[in-house]
């Protein structure tokens, strides 16, 4: 595996990276209650974290992303 190349690990690190910004600038920019949007990344990441279940890695593997160490 070439150290740079995009894994099911590093897809799913991007994506809620995306979220998160993405829902902050919801928050500010469009209406406060978007920062329960950032609850929802921040609760689905601390329970994946736990559980090893990951909606979004489960979508990402389908689309065809290899494995990592975590998912």
Avoid: Y
Avoid at 22 to 50: D, E, K, Y
């Amino acid at each position: 595996m070439r150290r740079n190349e995009m894994t099911l690990d590093r897809a799913v690190l991007a994506f809620a990276g995306v979220m998160v910004l993405l829902s902050v600038l919801l928050t500010v920019f469009v209406h406060p209650m978007w920062v329960w949007f950032t609850v929802f990344v921040g609760a689905n990441m601390l329970q994946s974290a736990f559980t090893g279940f990951c909606p979004a890695a489960m979508i990402f593997k389908a689309i065809g992303f290899k494995p990592g160490n975590a998912f």
